[in-house]
Structure formats: structure tokens, C-alpha cells
């Protein structure tokens, strides 16, 4: 069974930097793509940004210039680098990945860890 796990999450003022971290365990192979999500109090779930295993990364509009996703294929974890952040970054941060090749096979589907929370506030 896949399981994700998240560090780092916590209170930073505006303009301050955090980073995030999911690990990823479960006898696995490979991961295609790790992403992060979040999700503010009142609002729907967004994506963030993703990083596939070639190294294609995609992010929110509202992030671009001021975070910065990687992996680790080694360690199957992905880093969220956050820097300039803002009041409206506040929100629960879920690690997601999706394809994970394990011991058991291939598996196309989702796998979300628990979710951190990111606070920004003076």
C-alpha cells in the first residue's frame, strides 16, 4: 500500500519562505508524477504544481515565480519550495501522486497524504 507523508508545513509572515515535503513509501519502483494540491477554508481543492519523472513541471498561475516544485526519484519525494508567500497561500497542502509502479504492478490512480498546513500571517 502506498502511503505519502508531508512535512514542513507551519506559520510564516508574508513575504517569508517555507518548504514542504512528501515522501512516498510502499515497495515502490517508480512514481510518474508527484504534484501538490491545496485547499482553503471555504474553497475547492487546486492544483499547485506537478513534476512527472521526465522532469515536466506545471504550475498554478496564481504560484508561478514564487514556488518552486522538484523530486527526488532516489527517496520518491517531491519538494515544494515557497517563497513570497502570501495571505492567500494560506491553506491545507495535500502531496498527491499519480501511476506508481510497486511491487504489486502498475497502479493508475491517485494517492493523497494527509495534508500540512501552511499559514501566512502577520
Known amino acids: 500500500q502506498v502511503q505519502l507523508v508531508e512535512s514542513g508545513g507551519g506559520l510564516v509572515q508574508p513575504g517569508g519562505s517555507l518548504r514542504v515535503s512528501c515522501a512516498a513509501s510502499g515497495n515502490i519502483f517508480s512514481i510518474n508524477t508527484m504534484g501538490w494540491y491545496r485547499q482553503a477554508p471555504g474553497k475547492e481543492r487546486e492544483l499547485v504544481a506537478s513534476?512527472?519523472?521526465?522532469?515536466?513541471?506545471n504550475y498554478a498561475d496564481s504560484v508561478k515565480g514564487r514556488f518552486t516544485i522538484s523530486r527526488d526519484n532516489s527517496k520518491n519525494t517531491v519538494y515544494l519550495q515557497m517563497n513570497s508567500l502570501k495571505p492567500e497561500d494560506t491553506a491545507v497542502y495535500y502531496c498527491?501522486?499519480?501511476?506508481?509502479?510497486?511491487?504489486?504492478?502498475?497502479?493508475?490512480?491517485?494517492?493523497w497524504g494527509q495534508g500540512t498546513e501552511v499559514t501566512v500571517s502577520s
Open positions: 498527491n501522486t499519480y501511476g506508481v509502479y510497486t511491487r504489486g504492478g502498475y497502479a493508475p490512480r491517485n494517492y
Open positions: 513534476i512527472t519523472s521526465g522532469g515536466n513541471i
